[in-house]
């Protein structure tokens, strides 16, 4: 599987973006979908989690304003980022898992990253 991330920017805080996670293959729809994201100096650390049939999971910090999508017949997740804060800016990594949720660990497969860069 191969994962090609876009839709990262600049916004200033308060505003909204949307990511998107292309993939490549046939077996897309039965791979859990992740985003991760990293900041400068910091760990990898876990954003949102999608299943096959369309659970998600989310970290704390961003329930509530990120929202995870899938759409299997586009091969594509769509990370939709609202009332962003300064905080967000990392990274965005997009991965794909056969049986991980939360962990960096448990993902096979991973995109190449996309900015985010939220302005105060």
């Known amino acids: 599987v191969q994962l090609q991330a876009s839709g990262g920017g600049l916004v200033q805080a308060g505003g909204s973006l949307r990511l998107s996670c292309a993939a490549s293959?046939?077996?897309?729809?039965?791979?859990?979908m992740g985003w991760f994201r990293q900041a400068p100096g910091k760990e990898r650390e876990f954003v949102a989690a999608?299943?096959?049939?369309?659970?998600?999971y989310y970290a704390d910090s961003v329930k509530g304003r990120f929202t995870l999508s899938r759409d299997n017949a586009k091969n594509t997740v769509y990370l939709q980022m609202n009332s962003l804060k300064p905080e967000d800016t990392a990274v965005y990594y997009c991965?794909?898992?056969?049986?991980?949720?939360?962990?960096?660990?448990?993902?096979?497969?991973w995109g190449q990253g996309t900015q985010v860069t939220v302005s105060s």
């Open positions: 991965a794909a898992s056969l049986a991980g949720w939360g962990l960096a660990l448990e993902y096979d497969y």
């Open positions: 999608i299943g096959r049939g369309g659970s998600t």
């Open positions: 293959g046939r077996t897309f729809s039965t791979y859990r």
